[in-house]
């Protein structure tokens, strides 16, 4: 281990308290668990020398003030999380990948920690998301009279931070839709690939949720095979998960229904170049797979976006803490970002993120642009947001040597989820926080 690497493709890193100090937190996003190791913030810079190159005392000469011993846990504790690249981390990842390949259903990782693992107290909780000061109230009954919603847009930041900014469009489900299939375009946060699809079900603490196999068979007949290359990427996500709790529970005497998982990952290249993501061959060809899919199948389908508005703050790569008055711009931008969503107009979305160079980092915007394209829904309404910048994440400090797992990013991105760098990895920037590219 004297020439240890850190697989940086598969780190993660979080800031929090440690010993009431700066610190941060470390977890292998591969392994869709919580474990993970935390670090004096001081000692970050231990992380880029673990490149493979160095000798443990070449690293431990490269920073003043350091033993060969921390030098040597710190290695340690990362090869305990399978973040060191040898036989033995290559071997758990091909058992966690092969795992997840033989798996009929797609299993929670949330529950217990985000929500409920318990049906009881899960359903509580969501009644209470509705209940709250500027919710909608609960779900009055079915009005068969009023058409089914076309899109909802929904976020993927944990219950207690998102709290009814989830409830208003799933009360829209619960009181309107007749629909029999939800296509549910997400935010990937854990893969390079553009479109991510699979055709597992999903198991909550509600129950199953089943993947409607010949939609999904339809959509990659027309898209290509590729679209199942990195599966795995869903075993580790949140953004679909997170939208299932709140759908059963707005479906729970509605059991004839299924679900069409499709992960969205960055359209960097289209922001960058300002030019329209329908001009990219591959975006092109899942926006015409999805409506030939729903044409095909002849289901009435709804179609559900989880995404998030705006990331900012430290803690996604700022380097400056939020005042009242970024914090104020931040909303009047993501507000003015929801107008164009409701127009409908994906192109005209598309301007927005241009213009600006997604400079709040909306992780929603690639889900978004792919469901307008194909849903075609027109005209729609937004909802107020909860607190803070519209849609914004917590930046609070969590709580003492955790993270406080949120699963609204996860990752640390240099400047937006849609942002997709050459190489991933953890890089340090300056005395700045270490970044997971």
Excluded at 75 to 102: H, M, P, W
Excluded at 164 to 175: D, L
Excluded at 223 to 233: K, L, N, Q, R, V
């Amino acid at each position: 281990m004297d020439h240890a690497r850190l697989l940086e493709s598969d780190c993660e890193i979080l800031p929090i308290e440690h010993r009431g100090r700066p610190g941060l937190f470390i977890r292998n996003r591969r392994q869709a668990s919580d474990a993970g190791i935390s670090l004096p913030r001081e000692l970050a810079i231990v992380l880029p020398l673990i490149d493979g190159r160095r000798t443990l005392d070449e690293i431990t000469r490269a920073v003043d003030g350091l033993s060969r011993e921390i030098v040597e846990e710190i290695v340690l504790a990362l090869d305990g999380i399978y973040l060191i690249d040898n036989e033995r981390s290559r071997a758990k990842r091909q058992t966690t990948i092969q795992a997840f390949k033989q798996a009929t259903v797609r299993e929670p990782i949330c529950a217990g920690g985000v929500y409920s693992k318990d049906p009881t107290a899960l359903g509580r909780q969501i009644d209470s998301m509705y209940t709250l000061p500027g919710g909608p109230g609960l779900p009055s009954r079915f009005e068969p009279n009023r058409p089914t919603p076309r899109l909802v847009l929904s976020p993927h930041i944990d219950y207690r931070r998102g709290k009814h900014s989830f409830t208003w469009g799933f009360k829209e489900i619960a009181e309107r839709s007749t629909a029999t299939i939800y296509v549910i375009i997400a935010t990937s946060h854990h893969s390079f690939s553009r479109f991510i699809l699979t055709a597992k079900d999903f198991r909550t603490p509600l129950g199953l949720v089943p993947t409607h196999r010949d939609f999904v068979d339809l959509l990659a007949d027309t898209y290509g095979p590729e679209c199942f290359h990195d599966e795995y990427a869903h075993q580790p996500e949140h953004s679909i998960e997170l939208e299932l709790p709140l759908l059963q529970h707005a479906l729970m005497n509605k059991p004839d229904y299924a679900i069409v998982p499709l992960l969205v990952g960055s359209f960097s290249d289209a922001v960058d170049q300002r030019r329209s993501p329908a001009t990219f061959e591959d975006i092109r060809r899942m926006i015409e797979a999805i409506r030939s899919a729903e044409e095909a199948c002849g289901e009435e389908v709804c179609y559900i976006v989880s995404g998030d508005l705006a990331h900012i703050g430290p803690k996604f790569g700022d380097r400056s803490k939020v005042t009242k008055q970024t914090s104020i711009s931040c909303r009047e931008g993501d507000e003015r970002f929801l107008q164009e969503v409701a127009s409908g107009n994906a192109d005209r979305l598309f301007a927005v993120m241009a213009d600006d160079q997604d400079d709040r980092r909306i992780c929603g915007f690639p889900p978004l642009y792919v469901a307008l394209s194909a849903a075609r829904p027109g005209q729609g309404t937004p909802r107020s947001l909860t607190g803070g910048p519209a849609g914004c994440h917590s930046i609070d400090s969590p709580r003492e040597g955790r993270p406080g797992f949120d699963a609204s990013a996860g990752r640390l991105p240099p400047r937006s989820p849609i942002h997709r760098p050459t190489r991933a990895g953890c890089r340090l920037h300056g005395d700045g926080p270490a970044h997971c590219l």
